[in-house]
């Protein structure tokens, strides 16, 4: 069985997982132009980010969740246990983000949706500047 700091990895990795892919299908359509845009999948994955972003996701940092197992390894660092009011402001500033893209991508703008990607990118890359190991 596995613990549940364990557990708390598996599932946010997953979320991260499922945003950036979602992010990437974000980025093929609107930012660079690889894949025609195609608006009501756009809005899907603005709105699948969003989804996740409002979850909830800080329950699955517990304490001793920067210490993941061999089998199930985390880049946290423990410099976020130390910072917790920062790291709110960035999940604050972060669901602001995602739900601004769900609402521009639901309008079909396609510069918004450009300006407001980028503010959710923005957004992760704070965290993982401040809070996530290099590979
Ligand atoms: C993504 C993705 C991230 C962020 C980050 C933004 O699409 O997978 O981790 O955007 O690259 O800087």
């Known amino acids: 069985a596995q613990s549940s700091i364990e557990d708390a990895i598996k599932f ?4 991260y997982a499922f945003m950036a892919w979602n992010m990437g299908k974000i980025k093929a359509q609107v930012v660079d132009g690889a894949v025609p845009y195609n608006k009501d999948q756009v809005a899907a994955a603005a709105n699948a980010i969003a989804a ?10 517990p304490a001793g969740s920067d210490q993941g197992t061999g ?8 410099e976020f246990f130390q910072n917790m009011q920062e790291v709110g402001q960035i999940a604050t500033n ?8 769900a609402s521009v991508a639901a309008g079909g703008d396609q510069n918004a949706i450009k300006a407001a990607f980028g503010k959710v990118g923005e957004t992760c890359k704070a965290c993982h500047d401040k809070f996530r190991a290099p590979q």
């Open 94 to 101: 972060f669901n602001a983000a995602a739900n601004e893209l």
């Open 71 to 78: 089998y199930n390894p985390t880049r946290l660092k423990s």
């Open 12 to 15: 946010r990795q997953a979320g």
């Open 52 to 61: 996740i972003a409002n979850s909830g996701m800080g329950a699955l940092y």
